[in-house]
T-cell receptor, first 114, second 114 residues
C-alpha cells in the first residue's frame, strides 16, 4: 500500500547529527502520527497531529520535534541524534471524517545512530 | 493511562495447529481494540478491530478475536495456521475518537513451522 510513504527507508548517522524523517500520504487523512518500534517494546507514540495547526506530544517526545508542513506531510526531526534513538520509525494516518480510530501505517524508516 | 499486555512474546506452532494469542488491556472507559500484523520486512497491517456491537469480530485471513469486557481481554484466534502466518502480532487500544493515538502491546512473534 503506497498511500503512506516514508523517506528515507534506511539511515545510518552519527551521534550529534540532525536527522529528519519524512512522511507523506495520499489518503487525504487529517490525522498523522509518529511511532517508534523497539524490539520487545512494541510501538510507542512520539507525536501526533490532528491537523496542520494541532500538534501534540505522545508518550516519548523528548529528543524529538515534528513539523506538519501540510495536511499530507508530517516530518519527524532528531535535533541531535543519540544511539538510544536507534529504532524503526513508523508514520501512520487516520481520518476523522470516516472514524478516526483506524490507523494506516507507512513502511517504516530504520534509523541507526552510531 | 492505557496499557496493553500480550502474554506470549514468542510462539512456535506447526502448520494446521490452532492459535490463540492473549491480549489484556487496562483502561477505565470505553475502548476501541485492534490487532495488527507485521510480516517480515513489511509495515503494520490491520487484521481486525472492535468498536462496539458483536464482541466476536472477524478479520482478514481467517483471524477472529473475542472481546470479553469483564476480563478486559481481546484474544486473537485462528483455527488452523499456515506457514504464511509467521509474523509479529500487536494488540492495540485507544479511546473512542482516537485521542492520544494507539497504545500497543509489546508484540508476539509467531513462527509457524512447515
Amino acid at each position: 500500500d503506497a498511500d503512506v510513504t516514508q523517506t528515507p527507508r534506511n539511515r545510518i548517522t552519527k551521534t550529534g547529527k540532525r536527522i529528519m524523517l519524512e512522511c507523506s500520504q495520499t489518503k487525504g487523512h487529517d490525522r498523522m502520527y509518529w511511532y517508534r518500534q523497539d524490539p520487545g517494546l512494541g510501538l510507542r507514540l512520539i507525536y501526533y497531529s490532528f491537523d496542520v495547526k494541532d500538534i501534540n506530544k505522545g508518550e516519548i517526545s523528548d529528543g524529538y520535534s515534528v513539523s506538519r508542513q501540510a495536511q499530507a506531510k508530517f516530518s519527524l526531526s532528531l535535533e541531535s541524534a543519540i544511539p538510544n534513538q536507534t529504532a524503526l520509525y513508523f508514520c501512520a494516518t487516520s481520518d476523522q471524517a470516516r472514524g478516526p480510530d483506524t490507523q494506516y501505517f507507512g513502511p517504516g524508516t530504520r534509523l541507526t545512530v552510531l | 493511562a492505557q496499557s496493553v499486555s500480550q502474554h506470549n512474546h514468542h510462539v512456535i506452532l506447526s502448520e494446521a495447529a490452532s492459535l490463540e494469542l492473549g491480549c489484556n488491556y487496562s483502561y477505565g472507559g470505553t475502548v476501541n481494540l485492534f490487532w495488527y500484523v507485521q510480516y517480515p520486512g513489511q509495515h503494520l497491517q490491520l487484521l481486525l478491530k472492535y468498536f462496539s456491537g458483536d464482541p466476536l469480530v472477524k478479520g482478514i485471513k481467517g483471524f477472529e478475536a473475542e472481546f470479553i469486557k469483564s476480563k478486559f481481554s481481546f484474544n486473537l484466534r485462528k483455527p488452523s495456521v499456515q506457514w504464511s502466518d509467521t509474523a509479529e502480532y500487536f494488540c492495540a487500544v485507544n479511546a473512542p475518537g482516537g485521542a492520544d493515538g494507539l497504545t500497543f502491546g509489546k508484540g508476539t512473534h509467531l513462527i509457524i513451522q512447515p
